[in-house]
Antibody, heavy 119, light 108 residues
Framework: QVQLVQSGAEVKKPGASVKVSCKASGYTFTSFMIRWVRQAPGQGLEWMGRISPYNGNTKYAQKVQGRVTMTTDTSTSTAYMELRSLRYDDTAVYYC????????????WGQGTLVTVSS | SYVLTQPPSVSVAPGQTASITCGGYNIGSISVHWYQQRPGQAPVLVVYDDSDRPSGIPERFSGSNSGNTATLTISRVEAGDEADYYCQVWDNSSDHPLFGGGTKLTVL
């Protein structure tokens, strides 16, 4: 069965960087984009970007452009999302997800990674 | 840019029908997906492409989309349906997905 398993919670200071991993299993990793979205406490879902594990092509949300880098390691079927120059308002749960294939709907989700930015 | 509007909250008694709307200009011309998110959990896809259900989602969940409003309908509401619900579309103008602000469903 398809699974996306994310790395554990992180606490970072303002200005630091964080790298969240998302390990995929149960399907051909290079056949589907990996999407990233975040959710600040008590808030809605905010799209951050996506990466193609097939060719590394990325697209980022304007709000985090310049501070985010998404990568993949096809040898381990793992996707990474690195966010730099962390601010207090980057505190959120970060999710990776995969779409259905036949649709743009996101059918598979990681369990989420809480990133807390605190001094 | 394209904007999706959801009511912040909807309340319904057990056994009744809940309707959660997602408004957007001419939303009927694009596909809408719906996610359920229980507290502390990742979102779960409950309806995709306006009205299709993923495997394992009860038939009580249905969707429709026409004009400027898409609707998620939950029939015979149960206590376990209490959650936040988000609509999602693909915003062609910005070439990325867009989420509605979410609706908190309360089962009275």
């Amino acid at each position: 069965q398809v699974q996306l398993v994310q790395s554990g919670a992180e606490v970072k200071k303002p200005g630091a960087s964080v790298k969240v991993s998302c390990k995929a299993s149960g399907y051909t990793f290079t056949s589907f984009m990996i999407r990233w979205v975040r959710q600040a406490p008590g808030q809605g879902l905010e799209w951050m970007g996506r990466i193609s594990p097939y060719n590394g092509n990325t697209k980022y949300a304007q709000k985090v452009q310049g501070r985010v880098t998404m990568t993949t390691d096809t040898s381990t079927s793992t996707a990474y999302m690195e966010l730099r120059s962390l601010r207090y308002d980057d505190t959120a749960v970060y999710y990776c997800a995969r779409d259905l294939g036949s649709s743009s709907a996101w059918i598979y989700w990681g369990q989420g990674t809480l990133v807390t930015v605190s001094s | 840019s394209y904007v999706l509007t959801q009511p912040p909250s909807v309340s319904v008694a057990p056994g009744q029908t809940a309707s959660i709307t997602c408004g957007g200009y001419n939303i009927g011309s694009i596909s809408v997906h719906w996610y359920q998110q229980r507290p502390g959990q990742a979102p779960v896809l409950v309806v995709y492409d306006d009205s299709d259900r993923p495997s394992g989602i009860p038939e009580r969940f249905s969707g429709s989309n026409s004009g400027n409003t898409a609707t998620l309908t939950i029939s015979r509401v149960e206590a376990g349906d209490e959650a936040d619900y988000y609509c999602q579309v693909w915003d062609n103008s910005s070439d990325h997905p867009l989420f509605g602000g979410g609706t908190k469903l309360t089962v009275l």
